[in-house]
């Protein structure tokens, strides 16, 4: 947990302002590059991971020991092709995985805990344009992300136009919603129910909030699933044995995946983490970000002006991010002149049919990027 | 909690055989009666409850002094008249409002806690046939359920068929989805993950598992609602505040919410029932529970014979038990021959509105009671 991590580590000259109207002192981000920088800094391309992701998005995961969680997209001749474009993940800050988050250090040398500011998807983005900046990358080829990524990618389009000549939105939105906050609330409620969680300062103990952060899981990860795709993966089979147990075992292979989700999730990721980059996506609301009294709150208005590309994708089967509010999205850059293309792929998945195998988003990921 | 209860008690003659293969010695059943029963005992109505419901279906809740969960329903001159019909509504075996449940004492005068043996919605059906036949009530002019009570009513019909006249099902399933189980498993595991459950005997002490069931009635609730039935009712609106607060607070209306009903359900439930029910719940496949050796796991099979007419009643919003789960049912209705109507209403506020002021379903309950 909190690992010192291979990952290079970038450490921002600056205190890093926030939202809030703190500033984070001595913040620092980690990342992963795949491929080369052109001369001119040029074939950059920026992939923002969602919730529970970090950088290890092409190579192998220090803790898990997993393949990166989107190998299967970038790579040498793979859709983000890394023998064309120097591509980069950083850790968000707010997260576990070496970037500055409540499992830091603040200045009195103590881990920050709860004391740690609460940050906004913008915060995050402010953290990687920085990064932008340390490696010399004045405008990416393109921003892409699935999920929350797609919402960093939309911060960035909007508050940092002149940094993205293209931005490719995956199974995201532009604002969360009420069942959104909900989902979200229920994780949140379940951490920090947890004795162990002791208001946030568990770093020093032996006890962590695994039980609390384990439902927390177990909540979000059916929303990322489709109900059919459930039905298909499962159904009500049973697990490891022939009938009902009439006792409160794993009887159903739901139950018995669910749970190992759950544990699993809990070896490598921190539950304060998960309190403070729920929190930020709860508060995404992409329109209201600009400011109601400025823009009327209207979305189309935070992209006035751009002239980037612009790709969003939506599943048909994503109930957490439902194709409705990505066309939301395509509506508001439409109305703002931009250019944009937008597809609905037809998948049994749900929300993580953006990291499953998928020809077709195979295709619109490498068509754009590469146009 | 648990509380000994102004309702009559009956107290079965004989132990209660268990879909176990267990049996439940000195059951009792805690039950409210509305109307008047006519001299040759035609004229009963059972309306069986929802999972967290209970017998108080047309008068105060004796804990939170609240109407009865059903009072706009039934009443006199009420879509279930009890000037005509006599109402009878139980408190299902495994719950905690008078009927024996994991709260009861058990045979060695200690509270049974996770003794109680592991219950089916057949089991608590078997119970209320017990109650009928305690009452002398051979043929009932009807039974009605919402919810897991449409379960009750579904296999009440199908294993007693000589008992109801009538079957109204309203928001209900044949059978629990891998999706249903899953959100089921998430609260258990949030009850168990509380220190305070103490594997169930939580009884003699003074801590209960409060914070772990209201975390699992948070999950719960987010499902009985629509996703534009939440949005309409609280969006992205703040909480007493003009701005974000920048911490964990409450921020938005939908949190204060969730926290309200996860604190307030813990006052009267108990944590013990919430895992027997849930996992009745999840053991219900009506098809199966005919056998698959026999029957081939057929739903249709589960109404051959019937005598009953049925009314299968979904909403559109619905997406705990959708409209298809309806369908299911009323095909395999047809293709047993049975008299059987459905209505699909349409109403903003997903499965919850089986509870709320609804004009077209108080037509339809009234129009197939008194038909």
């Known amino acids: 947990m909190a690992p010192a991590g291979s990952s290079p580590v970038y450490h921002l000259p600056h205190p890093l302002p ?25 074939n950059a391309v920026l992939v923002c991971h969602a919730l529970t992701g970090d950088q290890y998005l092409a190579s192998p995961h ?24 120097f591509v980069i993940c950083a850790n968000v800050i707010g997260s576990c995985m070496g970037s500055s988050g409540p499992a830091s250090l603040g200045p009195d040398g103590q881990p920050y805990a709860m004391r740690f500011p609460v940050i906004t998807i913008r915060d995050m983005v402010r953290g990687l344009v920085a990064l932008l900046d340390g490696l010399g990358i004045e405008r990416l080829h393109a921003v892409v992300g699935g999920s929350m990524g797609g919402m960093q990618a939309l911060s960035l389009a909007a508050n940092w136009p002149e940094r993205a000549a293209r931005v490719l939105v995956i199974a995201s939105t532009a604002r969360h919603s009420a069942q959104n906050i909900a989902f979200h609330e229920v994780g949140r409620q379940a951490i920090m129910a947890d004795p162990a969680w002791a208001a946030g300062d568990y770093y020093a103990g032996d006890a962590r909030p695994d039980n609390g952060l384990a439902v927390a899981r177990m909540a979000a990860h059916i929303t990322y699933l489709s109900e059919a795709g459930l039905t298909e993966k499962f159904g009500r089979r049973l697990q490891d044995r022939e009938a009902k147990g009439f006792g409160f075992d794993a009887d159903f292979q739901v139950e018995s995946y669910l ?13 304060n983490s998960y309190l403070y980059i729920t929190r930020a996506m709860d508060y995404f609301d992409l329109a209201e970000e600009f400011g109601t009294e400025e823009h009327g709150g209207k979305l189309a208005n935070a992209f006035a002006g751009t002239e980037a590309r612009f790709c969003i994708v939506s599943f048909d089967t994503d109930w957490l991010y439902p194709t409705s509010e990505s066309r939301h999205v395509v509506h508001a850059l439409n109305a703002a002149g931009a250019k944009v293309s937008f597809v609905e792929l037809s998948a049994p998945h749900g929300h993580d049919s953006f990291l499953l195998e998928h020809d077709q988003l195979d295709r619109v990921v490498k068509g754009f990027v590469e146009q």
Chains 1, 2 share one sequence.
Do not use: C, N
Request: aromatic share 12%; proline share 6%; net charge negative.
């Open 18 to 42: 926030l939202d809030s109207g703190q500033a984070l002192e001595g913040a620092q981000i980690a990342y992963e590059t795949y491929g080369t920088l052109a001369e001119d800094a040029s």
């Open 259 to 271: 749970r190992y989700q759950g544990s699993g999730f809990t070896r490598r990721f921190d539950a």
């Open 62 to 85: 220090p803790i898990t020991g997993k393949p990166g969680w989107w190998e299967r997209m970038v790579g040498p001749g793979k859709p983000i092709d890394t023998d064309r474009h």
